[in-house]
């Protein structure tokens, strides 16, 4: 056997290729797609209750196009970076940049200023969209890299200041007044190759790198879970239907991460349901709104599941409306699982499993099944054709473990600016995942361990690659690398193992506490220079050398074990 196919009996309809996210979210009646009713929102500020309705949605993001396009010319091939909490204009900047023809980066809100002038660098963006809880970090870097200020805007949060930038909302009722852009259409066949995002990810080795993701990708994911939860087929009798219109979800997961950008946001509006719009994922603040909005449904990362099934505050809140909770993004345990069954006894819950190269989904726990399988990552989403390749090279049939390797409508075309990685992770249409997998003769997805390097904390990446970068820049260190150890709520942590220059540790030769001023200053280093998931809450471990392959590779494996037995004892 050399390919495995989705199960599911759902029909794939034939994807469009001819047009950009906007114009098939907003603008053509697709038969496929439940309808929206007037009087159901798209979106609801978690904080303020505002709602905004399709129409709204349709003409904001027409006026910003107009705002974008005569103001700021914005067009083709142009990168707007969104560095950007949750926002419910987080679509408008989204679509209003694609209907002119431009391209979106989107970045973690809570980047520090190097990793965001990382990004923006690594864009060439001429136009940064940001939260105004990020006016000092986000000026600072556009001058480092050098993007006049009149080109950072805001968006709108009452009871905010948002400094002398000008704001999304002014922008999109100056852009209401007039009708000055003109729409960027896509001939047949475009949309497998006109950009939509650069959304960053360290794919299986290395350091962050720009995933290019066209229009086609997102529409295609889209249609495929569509399909794959009969959405387009009469099931009315089906009280147990999946995704209704009217339907509420909670969106806590971030929109800059793929699995929020795609699944929370254009999925799911796809099927006419609303999405709160939570911008600081905050537990108990969770539990208010999932009361105050009637949430039927939860996309939630692991620790969520974790603290859904252990916190205590969850007996003070009546969630008993909730009938769908989905989880994915790192591994959900079997007892976290147990207990989310036992705790929802009528709801839907699964995993599902996805990754920012095959723009997003790959499998989710199949419609028929109302609980998944505990373990399994579900069942390929119909147009996936998954290779299984074993340690030998040879491709593996059920039941036989080896690499995931992916094709889907939905793959990203590669790196943006990295044509070696493209090489290596995407090889004639398809792409490695680094996960290591068993897929069952039932179509059941088994996720067994990630061979790549990336670790997922919290369900964020973090890139080994990234940190020992970091770590060299210290003064006192010569050699380091850093691993991933086991954590109970954030599924891994980083640790690093460093290796001290001679004069360091001349310097604290026979003074340990001359070494734990090292160890302080060392992470100190890392939280200065880095979001809060990536910093060193494993530890720092001193050693005499890094292992290492005769060639210079690192032997990761040999200190990921070290570290595991430091933990134990
Ligand atoms: N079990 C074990 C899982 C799982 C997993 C992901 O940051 P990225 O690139 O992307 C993501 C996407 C997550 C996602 C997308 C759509 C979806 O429906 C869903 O289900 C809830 C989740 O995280 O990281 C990709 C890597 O994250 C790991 C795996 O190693 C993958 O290659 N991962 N989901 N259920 N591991």
Redesign the pocket.
């Known amino acids: 056997m050399d390919e495995i196919r989705s199960v599911s009996t759902a029909k794939l309809p034939e994807i469009p290729d001819n047009l950009s996210i906007p114009q098939f979210q907003l603008d053509v009646a697709d038969l496929t797609r439940p309808p929206r009713h007037a009087n159901i929102p798209c979106l609801i500020d978690d904080a303020t209750g505002k709602q905004v309705y399709f129409e709204e949605l349709r003409s904001r993001t027409q006026g910003f196009a107009n705002a974008l396009s005569t103001l700021y010319s914005i067009g083709e091939e142009d990168v707007v970076l969104l560095f950007s909490r949750n926002h419910i204009d987080y679509p408008v900047a989204i679509w209003a940049v694609h209907r002119l023809g431009g391209i979106i980066s989107p970045a973690n809100p809570d980047f520090s200023r190097q990793e965001l002038e990382f990004q923006l660098r690594a864009t060439k963006a001429t136009l940064l969209i940001i939260y105004p809880d990020a006016l000092d970090v986000s000026t600072a870097a556009a001058k480092a890299v050098g993007l006049p200020l009149d080109r950072v805007l805001v968006f709108d949060v009452p009871n905010t200041s948002a400094g002398n930038l000008v704001t999304v909302d002014n922008l999109v009722q100056r852009g209401l007044r007039v009708k000055a852009f003109s729409e960027r259409r896509l001939r047949p066949g475009e949309g497998k190759t006109k950009l939509a995002f650069l959304s960053f ?1 360290s794919g299986t080795t290395g350091t962050p790198k720009d995933v290019a993701i066209p229009h086609i990708a997102v529409i295609a994911n889209v249609l495929q879970l569509a399909a794959h939860s009969k959405l387009n087929e009469d099931y009315a009798e089906w009280k147990d239907r999946r995704y209704r219109p009217g339907d509420v979800a909670i969106g806590v997961l971030p929109l800059y ?3 929020g950008l ?2 929370n946001l254009h999925f799911l509006l796809y099927c006419a349901m609303t999405v709160v719009v939570v911008p600081k994922f905050n537990f108990e603040g969770m539990l208010k709104s999932i009361v105050r909005h009637k949430i039927t449904h939860l ?1 939630l990362v692991p620790p969520q599941a974790v603290l859904l099934c252990k916190h205590p505050a969850v007996k003070k809140y009546d969630i008993s409306g909730i009938r769908y909770i ?7 345990s079997d007892e976290v699982n147990q207990k989310l069954f036992a705790l929802f006894p009528d709801a839907h819950i699964g ?7 095959t723009c ?2 790959t499998s ?1 726990w199949a419609i028929e099944h109302k609980r998944g399988i505990s373990g399994s ?1 579900g069942q390929l989403i119909p147009g996936v054709i998954a290779r299984v390749v074993k340690t030998d090279g040879t491709l593996g049939g059920y039941n036989e473990i080896g690499e995931l390797v992916v094709k889907a409508p939905s793959n990203a075309l590669g790196y943006y600016s990295n044509a070696q990685a493209t090489k290596d992770t995407f090889v004639d249409g398809y792409v490695r ?3 290591e997998v068993r897929i069952a003769p039932d179509g059941e997805l088994y ?1 067994i361990d ?1 061979i ?1 390097e990336i670790m ?1 904390v919290r ?1 964020f ?1 973090v890139a080994p690659a990234e940190l020992e970068g970091t770590l060299l820049d210290h003064n006192d260190v010569s050699d380091c690398c850093v691993v991933g150890v086991p954590d109970d709520y954030s599924g891994e942590v980083p640790m690093a193992f460093v290796v001290l220059t001679v004069d360091a540790a001349n310097r604290v030769k026979g003074k340990p506490e001359g070494l734990e001023g090292i160890r302080t200053s060392i992470l100190k280093h890392v939280a200065g220079h880095k979001i809060g998931y990536k910093h060193l809450a494993g530890g720092v471990e001193f050693v005499e050398s890094i292992p290492k392959t005769p060639s210079g590779k690192l032997l990761r494996r040999v200190l990921r074990e070290r570290a595991k037995e430091l933990k134990k004892a």
Do not use: C, F, N
């Not at 989905?326 to 959900?332: D, N, S, T």
């Not at 995993?351 to 190269?357: F, I, V």
């Open positions: 990810s991460h793929i699995y795609v699944v996309m989905m989880v994915g993004a790192a591994p959900l995993q599902g499993y996805g990754m920012t190269e997003t989904v989710i990552a995942t680094g996960d996720i990630r790549k997922k369900g990446q």
